[in-house]
């Protein structure tokens, strides 16, 4: 069963509003508590991190490119911050109306 444009916007909304109260799957719910944690505590990861994305039913390579991911997201924010870069004008911020 598909999830229909506006049900799939709804979600996107939901879970960066409030990624730990969206009804996501238990690999999208690991996957979003690892990149949380990466993002935040990268210092402190241990092997017990990626069992629980191995245990969620993910493969290294997914594992793999989702760091490759969380990683050049959290490294283009902080040059882009480092630089003082603003937002393009066409871009509204999430949770706004139009």
């Not at 506006?6 to 238990?26: I, K, T, Y």
């Not at 505590?41 to 390579?61: I, P, Q, W």
């Not at 969380?70 to 706004?96: H, M, Q, S």
Request: with cysteine; proline share 3%; aromatic share 8%.
């Amino acid at each position: 069963m598909g999830v229909d444009e506006e049900e799939g916007d709804m979600l996107v909304h939901r879970v960066v509003a409030d990624w730990q109260g969206a009804p996501l799957s238990p690999a999208d719910r690991a996957l979003c508590d690892y990149a949380a944690r990466l993002t935040a505590k990268r210092t402190v990861m241990t092997e017990t991190d990626l069992d629980r994305l191995r245990g969620a039913g993910l493969s290294d390579r997914a594992i793999h490119d989702a760091v490759q991911v969380i990683a050049f997201f959290n490294y283009i924010t902080r040059i882009a911050d480092g630089l003082g870069v603003e937002p393009e004008a066409f871009i509204r911020k999430w949770g706004l109306d139009e």
